[in-house]
């Protein structure tokens, strides 16, 4: 096993910061790990306005930066209230939203089209297939999702997909894959449902049944490269990498923070899922200052000198680092999954570990294999 | 398919043990990790770069189809994909173009 050397320490200049305009979401999605999303807990403006000082600083700095617009779901905070939300932030600054699109409309895509902001919804395949998505009667949001679908299409405003997947198995990665290229996104993420938040459902899955969708899912990319694949692609990138002997040059150099900023202002650090809760036992509540109070880069700074349950997390990366054949490809377990799994964030693998990672590098080689010696 | 989590009413505090009183956690070992298995395939733990190679075959196909609508991405849309630069964890969030 390589000596891994990526994802020592953290970046100064995150690469961009996700914000919650509300907690309210107008879904209730069975896996939904968000507390308070019944709750229309609006983000003042002035936590815009003092995350963007240290955010315009940043952004001068760098090529590129982005504001990621999350919730709760984030257009249930309204057109103009988003507008003044993000008007603290400086121009060049890139917008992104992820959204349910139940409430997209034509003048939503007005919108979107006026702040040149990147759109990112959620849907999980066909109608059969999303019905885990729906609202608080119960009733299916897929026909709202695909309403929202269809504006922006009349609009001519590219999106790309999250798609939670509950029952991996192999007959689903063909079938969700030829179901997205129909819908036209340009890039798609699979997300395995994870135990996390206040959704405590059993993430357990089948080991054969995880790989043999991921490698399934490898198949039909193969033959029909129609959309931007994250997952195949990031494996097919590492990957290529093992091939040439440089596995260990994949991972960046440091860790990027992921500054989240909730709605009230507090900040958490590298696992977005953490925000929201307020009294963990034994961890409080995860942030590591907030914003109205203390500049931004000085939140992120704290992360050089880490205490309390980031120091246990940052103890749990280099227990993988030492432990895991699977650290090039990952950078360790993810802070809210080792939380929200066993309680603590000084463990290695995760059940996520294994669904998102582990077997989907071994579902990728297994279709390498057995197209090799097809060949 | 269980059930969704009983209520989405608020949920004021974060319990370990979750908040819908009936999940079973997951348990560490006695050395308080749970530490990394041998992979699914059963071969040993350091083992990963040796499979690597002996997919070799397979793999050079798709990793040049890879690299291939990359560039061609990279090429029309005039900035690196997030493949290309990839500067976070590998969250849902890294959706955008990188």
């Known amino acids: ?78 057109r103009e209230y988003l507008s003044a939300l993000m008007a603290p932030f400086a121009k060049g600054i890139e917008h992104h939203v ?13 919108f979107f089209l006026a702040h040149e902001m990147e759109i990112g919804i959620s849907v999980d395949g066909p109608a059969e297939l999303t019905a ?11 026909e709202r999702i695909m309403r929202g679908v269809d504006a922006l299409r009349r609009h001519g405003i590219r999106f790309a997909v999250i798609c939670v997947v509950s029952d991996p198995r192999p007959e689903l990665g063909r079938r969700l894959y030829e179901y997205f290229c ?18 405590g459902r059993d993430n357990s899955r089948d080991p054969e049944a995880v790989r ?10 193969r033959e029909n490269p129609c959309m931007e694949l994250r997952e195949i692609e990031w494996s097919l990138y590492y990957l290529a990498a093992a091939l040439r002997g440089e596995e260990d040059t994949v991972l ?64 749990g990366v280099e227990k993988c680092r030492a432990t895991c054949p699977y650290f090039g490809f990952c950078g360790g377990a993810h802070a809210s999954n080792r ?20 077997h989907l590098l071994e579902g990728v080689l297994d279709h390498a294999r057995a197209s090799g010696v097809r060949r | 398919m269980p059930e969704p989590v009983g209520s989405v009413a608020e949920q004021p505090a974060l319990s370990p043990s979750h908040p819908d009183g009936t999940a079973t956690q997951r348990q560490p070992d006695a050395a308080g990790t749970r ?16 499979r690597v190679r002996a997919a070799a075959d397979g793999l050079a196909p798709l990793v040049a189809q890879a690299e291939a609508v990359r560039a061609e991405r990279a090429r029309s849309q005039a900035w690196p994909r997030w493949t290309d630069v990839f500067t976070t964890q590998f969250t849902e969030f890294s959706n955008r173009p990188r």
Not at chain 1, 103 to 109: E, G, P, R, V
Not at chain 1, 186 to 196: A, F, K, P, S, V
Not at chain 1, 212 to 221: K, R, V
Request: net charge negative; with cysteine.
């Open chain 1, 132 to 142: 885990q998505r729906r609202d608080r009667r119960g009733a299916p949001a897929y």
């Open chain 1, 182 to 199: 129909e819908l036209g996104c340009y890039w798609l993420g699979i997300n395995i449902e994870e135990r996390e938040g206040v959704n």
């Open chain 2, 35 to 50: 530490g990394c298995p041998a992979p699914p395939s059963g071969a040993p733990a350091d083992a990963l770069a040796e």
């Open chain 1, 212 to 221: 043999g969708f991921w490698a399934e899912l490898t198949a039909a990319w």
């Open chain 1, 339 to 358: 939380y929200f799994e066993f309680g603590r964030f000084d463990v290695t693998q995760t059940q996520h570990c294994l669904n998102t990672k582990i």
């Open chain 1, 1 to 78: 096993m390589p000596r891994w050397t990526g994802m020592k320490g953290v970046v100064d200049i995150p690469s961009y910061v996700l914000m919650q305009p509300t907690t309210l979401c107008n879904l209730d999605c069975a896996y939904c790990y968000l507390p308070h999303r019944t709750t229309e807990r609006r983000m003042p403006v002035a936590v815009a306005e003092a995350t963007a000082r240290t955010v315009n600083a940043w952004a001068a700095q760098v090529d590129r930066f982005s504001v990621v617009w999350h919730g709760g779901e984030p257009l249930a905070a309204g």
């Open chain 1, 252 to 315: 960046p150099r440091r860790r990027d923070p992921v500054p989240t900023i909730a709605h009230d202002g507090r900040v958490v650090l590298f696992s977005p899922e953490l925000a929201g809760f307020d009294s963990a036992p034994r961890y409080g509540d995860f942030a590591l200052g907030n914003v109205l109070t203390t500049p931004l880069d000085e939140i992120v700074a704290r992360a050089e000198s880490p205490t309390g349950w980031l120091a246990e997390y940052f103890a």
């Open chain 1, 98 to 110: 992820q959204t349910n699109a139940t409430l997209i409309d034509d003048q939503w895509c007005e």
